[in-house]
């Protein structure tokens, strides 16, 4: 991680879900439910395991760490569709920002070159941030097959563009998933349209990660899930550190790919190869 990144979200005080969560019907304040969910996503992703986190995927009673998982979606979810209405009627509003934007660098928003500039900015924003008006259940139910295979299940290199929130500018990768199924399969072109769906929002690299997990998670049920990114940030690029090649992995790993280090070993091998 950028020093930039863990300077903004302190890593040590990570507030327990089911108490600190603000539930998304109560409040109104995006920055509050933002900022905690994600101080979650830092529990575990990473491949070092602190054993705070055992998703049970064998239908056992739900634990606290379901519960949490279930909180964690919910919450994701409703802050997508809460401030995402139609991208029509938010245009004209966006489009004013951007003019704002562009008085405030110092620029002339009459100039002809960028008369026209506040309309453009405005339409691209919806477009990298078109994953709030998708919701996960719609893509996937019709793509959920009942298979017996049991062999991993690898989609790797998948492109990812998404937006860092702290400073609204891109942060670009590769996506690999892997998945133990138990079952149950997902249609392959679908892992890649989870990645599209939560990429294009305002994300951390790290929410994204989980949220993919546990969106493949909560789908088909499989014996385990593990997501690695890999990332240029281009707030670091661009601005703070300024190096080039910098690049940022976060990994997620749950139930078997948790558990298992053979398992874990062979989707890490699959990926790198
Ligand atoms: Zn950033």
Same mark, same amino acid.
């Given at each position: ?8 979200? +302190?890593?040590?005080? /990570? ?30 992703s ?6 705070? @986190?055992?998703?049970? $995927?064998?239908?056992?009673? +739900?634990?606290? &760490? *379901? &519960? ?23 245009? +004209? ?5 951007? #003019? ?6 110092? @620029? ?11 309309? #453009?900015?405005?339409?691209? $924003? ?5 994953g709030? &008006? *998708? ?11 009942? &298979?017996?295979?049991? @062999? $991993?299940v690898v989609v790797k290199d998948i492109e990812m563009f998404s937006l860092c *929130?702290?400073?609204?500018?891109p942060f670009i990768g590769k996506v690999s998933v892997g998945y ?8 392959l072109s679908?892992v890649a349209r989870l990645v599209e769906i939560y990429s294009r929002?305002?994300q951390v690299q790290e929410r994204l990660t989980k949220q993919i997990a546990?969106?493949v ?8 899930v593990g997501v690695v990114i890999e990332a240029v940030h281009m /707030?670091m690029v ?6 080039l090649n910098s690049k940022t992995i976060t990994s997620c790993m ?11 070993? @062979?989707f890490l091998q699959l990926i790198r190869g």
């Amino acid at each position: 991680m950028s020093a930039d990144h863990t300077d903004s979200v +302190p890593n040590g005080d /990570c507030p327990h879900l089911p108490n600190g969560l603000p539930s998304p019907a109560r409040t109104d304040d995006a920055d509050i439910l933002a900022a905690k969910t994600h101080s979650l996503s830092l529990q575990d992703s990473s491949f070092h395991s602190t054993g705070r @986190e055992n998703l049970t $995927m064998n239908g056992e009673v +739900p634990t606290k &760490e *379901e &519960e949490n998982r279930k909180l964690l979606k919910k919450t994701t979810d409703s802050h997508a569709s809460l401030y995402r209405q139609d991208s029509d009627k938010q245009l +004209p509003g966006l489009a004013l920002a951007y #003019r704002s934007i562009i008085r405030g660098v110092g @620029e002339d928003p009459n100039r002809q070159g960028l008369k026209k500039t506040p309309d #453009r900015a405005a339409k691209a $924003m919806m477009f990298f941030t078109k994953g709030y &008006e *998708e919701k996960i259940e719609d893509v996937l139910n019709d793509a959920i097959f009942d &298979e017996d295979h049991d @062999e $991993m299940v690898v989609v790797k290199d998948i492109e990812m563009f998404s937006l860092c *929130e702290h400073h609204l500018v891109p942060f670009i990768g590769k996506v690999s998933v892997g998945y133990l199924p138990n079952k149950r399969v997902l249609g392959l072109s679908k892992v890649a349209r989870l990645v599209e769906i939560y990429s294009r929002r305002l994300q951390v690299q790290e929410r994204l990660t989980k949220q993919i997990a546990l969106a493949v998670t909560e789908a088909i049920a499989p014996a385990g899930v593990g997501v690695v990114i890999e990332a240029v940030h281009m /707030c670091m690029v661009m601005r703070g550190v300024q190096k080039l090649n910098s690049k940022t992995i976060t990994s997620c790993m749950l139930g078997d790919f948790r558990e298992d280090p053979k398992t874990r070993d @062979e989707f890490l091998q699959l990926i790198r190869g």
